[in-house]
C-alpha cells in the first residue's frame, strides 16, 4: 500500500526556474476566454510569468 503522506521528494521545496525565489503570488481578472487559453499552454504559470517579463523588458526599453 502506497504511503498516504507522499514520498520525501515531494516534501522538498519547488526549485525556481530563475535567480530570483518565487515567494510572491499575482492575481488579477481576465476574461473567459484569455483564462482558456492560457490554461491551454503547457506550462501556463511560466506562460504568464514569461508574458509579464517581456512586456516589463519592452516598458523598460521605452523609459
Known sequence: ???PKGSPENLEPIQPKGEEPM?????FRCTESMKEAVKAQDDPAQFCRD??????????QLE
Open 1 to 3: 500500500m502506497p504511503n
Open 23 to 27: 515567494t510572491t503570488s499575482i492575481s
Open 51 to 60: 508574458a509579464i517579463q517581456e512586456k516589463l523588458d519592452k516598458q523598460k
